[in-house]
Every structure is written in C-alpha cells, then in structure tokens.
C-alpha cells in the first residue's frame, strides 16, 4: 500500500528541498573546473567558511563523512589512532572508513555526548613507545547526534585542546551541526574554529543546502586535504551551483536555527511523558524519544504515525529521534504533537 501523504517529515534535518530564492541562487552561480581550482562560486565559499572559523583555508566536499573522512585522513597517519566517544558520528554512522580508507585505529570512551571528561580523555592517549598504536588525533561532535543535539560547553572545549596540545595530539570537531551551538550558546563560530586543528561543517544539515560540507583548517593542511579528496572520488568539477546553495544558507539559514530550536523544544515538553529524560536539555533540533521504561516498541510506533502523516525515525528498539528544520513550521509541529501523543496513548494503555 502507498504511504499517505506526508504532512511532517522529522526524520532528519537532511530532507529539506531548496526554495525558490536558493534555486535561484543555484541558477545564476558562476561556475568552473573545480579541480582546476578554478570555480569562482566554490573558491568564495572556501574561503568565507574559512574565515568564519578563523582559519586559512577550507575545502568544499560533497557530503558530511566525507569531509569527516579527509580531516581524519589529513591528521592521523595509517596506523596511527584516533580517540572519540562510541556514539560519535566517524564511527558509528560511517561505514567504518576510517578503517577501511585512512588505515586508522580507533578506541572510544563511553557515550557521554555533551558531557565530555577532558580529564578522562587526557588518560586515554597513547604516546609513541613499547609498540602501542600512538593517538594522533581526538575527534569530538558539536552537537551531538546520538544524544539528543546536546551541546560541548567551551570551557570543557578548551580544556580538551589544553590536554591534546601538551602532547601534540591533533584535535578534530565534527561540526556538520556546530551552526546550531553557534546560535543556542551565543559562541562565536571563530571561538570554536580556533580551538580545533580541522573542522568539518555541514551545509545540508539544518542550513537547507541539497549537498555539501567544507573541511577547515591550515593552508598546508588544506592542501593535503585536497589531495585526499580527489583520491576519494570527491574531486567534482562546475561544483558552483552546489556551492552557490551554501552561500544563499549562510547568509540567509543561520539565524533562523534558533525557531528550529523553540520548535524542538515544544515537541520535547509535549513527549515528556513518554520518554524525553529531560526537556529542559533540549536546547537545539534534535529531541530523543526513550520507550525503554513504557517497553514501547520504536519500529511499531514509527509505523503507526507514518499512517498519520508524521515520519519520524528509528535509532534502536525502543528509541526515535525527531529533528525539527526549515520545512517544519508551527503548524507541523501542532500535527506532529497531535499525531505522537495519539499513538503513544494508545500504546501506553
């Protein structure tokens, strides 16, 4: 049977379609031989991100892991390890290519999301000597997917570059979400840029671009980076248009996150009961269901509100995740909170 006409798509903040004045953006964008170096759309977008982030460079890629994916490759030679929390995104939503592409050691600390232990992490690093995989590099997630889009405090930021610079360990920030932390905390994006040795930002989460991340960091480093990006199949030519999207978001999607926000929110306190720990942590896009306590299956629970025109999606047994964006207005999150509270309802009887 066909599924109805979806009203509420919550699954994610990548299903947003590109407006009107973004398309046409795309449509008027200068373009050329990216490979080359020479788009003219793609070298300003580099180099505006750059900027934001107070770096010297920056590298337009297609998708999020594999900007992810040339940082890493960029910082941790093969062999070498990196240290990141077992729910972070490089290993748990990449298809282990880390491993598989950059010949890299990983080893995680517990889950913690944004409640990182610098100090904890500090006695996980490995220095060369009596045939231990060195750390070459600490990667971190701002924000956080897997907990719920929770935030890392700067000061636990700072401590962390502190730790990993005492031992010339390289640090890394999945940022594909950090324009969200940018407008919930009020820090400036050249506050955490400055802290990191790469960044990898996302375009097309939140920001409502259809493709593209950038990685940041150093002139050398960039350079390397391009290298990589064209070993990997990411070296795209009149890439222009793509990057003609991200510069509409920029100037016109940032600001806009903190609706996206109250949104969230509004949707955690309705869920409450149900299973959302504490609503009060949701302070971006993202809200986590937890079924465990009411023994809720989440597959059966997706199932039924699909039925009533809200698609939210599963990331175990009995956890969803629901993720407010650009195309999901007031309106949508009145149907949203109607249709889950329904089918909570009646499940919980």
Known sequence: M??????????????????PAMRAAMAAAEVGDDVYGEDPSVNAL??????????????????????????????????????CDADAHVVTYEVGAAAAYGGISSRTWPAA???????????????D?????????????????RSGGQTIGLDTL??????TAAVGVALHCDGARIWHAHVAEGVPLADYGT????????????????AGS???????????????????????????????????????????LAADHVRAARLA????????????????????????????????????????????SVVGPHTARLVTHLDVDDTAVDRAVEVLTGALDRAVR
Request: proline share 6%; charged share 20%; with cysteine.
């Open 129 to 145: 000597g009596y045939g231990a995989v060195p750390t070459r590099a600490v990667a971190v997630e701002q924000t956080h997917n």
């Open 195 to 210: 802290l990191f040795d790469t960044l990898s930002v996302c375009l097309s989460k939140g920001l409502g671009a259809p």
């Open 214 to 256: 950038l990685v940041v960091g150093t002139a050398d480093r960039i350079g390397r980076a391009r290298r990589i990006r064209k070993r990997m199949g990411g070296g795209m030519r009149q890439a222009g248009v793509l990057a003609a999207a991200g510069r509409y978001a920029l100037a016109h999607h940032v600001e806009r």
């Open 2 to 19: 066909a599924d109805p006409v979806v009203a509420v798509d919550l699954r994610s903040d990548t299903v947003t379609r590109p407006g």
């Open 269 to 312: 306190h309705a869920l409450a009961p149900y299973g959302v720990a504490d609503p009060a942590r949701v302070r971006t896009n993202i809200v986590a269901l937890d079924l465990a306590k009411a023994a809720l299956d989440a597959p059966a629970l997706a199932a039924e509100v699909r039925a009533g025109g809200v698609l939210i």
């Open 113 to 127: 999301g944004g409640d990182l232990d610098p100090d904890q992490v500090a006695t996980m690093i490995r220095v």
């Open 158 to 163: 700072r401590r962390l570059r502190a730790a």
């Open 46 to 83: 580099e180099a505006q991100v750059a900027a934001l982030f107070g770096h010297e460079a920056a590298l337009f890629a297609p998708t999020g892991s594999m900007a992810n994916q040339i940082a890493l490759q960029a910082l941790v030679p093969p062999g070498g390890e990196l240290l």
